[in-house]
């Protein structure tokens, strides 16, 4: 994992900086959190090998295995309503655990439990199971411990899981469609590659004239796949491992979360469901009554996107100077508009909360609908894809017979 050099100011207002090994930026600073440090400044140093810690990771029961995600929302909810309740952590995650279902969730929570005893907060117990809790989760579990707010923070991250499990459905639904048709375009490509084109290129052979340059491209692909099938396939995986890769540097990681806002139709539905998140929080920890540099540290940590976390950063620069919330967000190329609008006029009016509020209920709303017409949405650049592919392949095909009736009239 990468090594960062920090500094920070602890909760004594004292400048403290040293060396700390973390998975990305912001699991950082999740760790200085937990350590009452506010990070002022953060700079990549090298990177390790990594086998140490994934063995001292293995041997701390650390659990990796992926967990169903409505599982995931039920724990969060129930847990939400233990603590609320006013029932010790430790007993309440026991009566969770007897009750799960899921084997995984089963298994970390038995080792979240071992690690609370032992004296660690709840937020490093769940960080020692990534697969299950993840860097998100983990993050809001920090921001509701520091704050107080646990049960409430819980139940907004039990209704986020939620909402985002429902719009991934949602998606995948829209998209079922447009996949078998991309699919179908695929096949008919392979086989007009393998079997057709190259039956055309005998026939030219023997004739003793050119293929049209449409039909020579399709000839080397067909070559390709009928001779080097493994090579391609190792291409593939190998381009998909490396892409996996470099996302999982800090640098890598900035680029691909700045790339999210940038992708046709899903850059405009990543944008709005971040939005909603970041106006959930906020109100959230607003109203618990935190000063609004540590809510803003708070909620950059919850963000979930490195680009984000670093608007927030400067944003809190700005409320330092006096310029309010409202005046970084609109001096900022990633945040609407409108929320700069709606925050602006909650400010003035001290009716922050009721604005927040609103903006939760619109993003909401805009996220439900762009979701429900996704299929719509992409049909214009579904129709431009397969519009060039099937014409690529007719000048493929009807050229070389439209150059041999030529011949043959010769």
Not at 292 to 308: A, E, F, Q, R
Not at 329 to 338: A, G, M, Q, T, V
């Amino acid at each position: 994992m990468p090594i960062y050099v920090y500094k920070a100011v602890d909760s004594q207002g004292k400048f403290v900086k040293g060396e700390l090994e973390a998975a990305s930026e912001v699991a950082l600073t999740t760790d200085l959190a937990k350590k009452g440090y506010l990070p002022i400044n953060i700079s990549f140093k090298a990177k390790t090998k990594g086998s140490a810690a994934k063995s001292a990771q293995r041997a701390s029961g650390a659990t990796r295995g992926g967990i169903n995600n409505r599982a995931l929302v039920i724990f969060t909810r129930q847990f939400a309503v233990i603590i609320k309740a006013a029932i010790p952590i430790l007993e309440g995650l026991r009566v969770l655990t007897e009750q799960a279902e899921d084997p995984n969730l089963k298994k970390a929570l038995t080792q979240v439990i071992h690690d609370v005893e032992s004296g660690s907060s709840l937020s490093a117990g769940l960080a020692k199971h990534p697969g299950i809790f993840s860097e998100l989760y983990v993050n809001t579990v920090v921001a509701g411990e520091s704050a107080g707010i646990l049960d409430k923070v819980l139940m907004k991250l039990s209704d986020m899981l939620e909402d985002d499990m429902e719009t991934q459905t949602n998606i995948s639904a829209a998209m079922r469609y447009p996949i078998m048709v991309v699919i179908a375009l695929l096949i008919a490509v392979v086989v007009l590659t393998v079997m057709v084109i190259p039956q055309f290129s005998k026939m030219y052979a023997d004739a003793g004239a050119k293929l049209p340059l449409p039909t020579q491209i399709m000839v080397l692909i067909g070559y390709v796949l009928s001779h080097y099938w493994y090579a391609v396939i190792l291409s593939v995986g190998a381009i998909f491992f490396g892409v996996r890769m470099i996302i999982s540097t800090p640098s890598g990681r900035f680029v691909w979360d700045n790339l999210k806002f940038k992708i046709p139709v899903f850059g405009k539905l990543y944008t709005k469901m971040t939005m909603l998140r970041f106006a959930s929080m906020l109100n959230v920890l607003y109203q618990a009554g935190l000063p609004v540099l540590k809510t803003l540290d708070i909620v950059g940590m919850t963000i979930g996107n490195v680009v984000l976390s670093r608007e927030i950063d400067r944003i809190k620069r700005d409320v330092a100077d006096g310029k309010g919330i409202s005046g970084g967000i609109l001096n900022s190329k990633f945040f609407p508009r409108l929320v700069g609008y709606m925050v602006s006029v909650g400010e003035r009016s001290g009716s922050l909360p009721l604005m927040l509020d609103s903006l939760c209920e619109f993003f909401d709303l805009e996220v439900k609908t762009m979701v429900k017409n996704l299929t719509t949405l992409i049909e214009p650049i579904m129709t431009a894809v397969l519009g060039l592919v099937v014409m690529g392949m007719a000048l493929s095909i009807f050229l070389p017979m439209w150059n041999m009736i030529q011949l043959f009239k010769k």
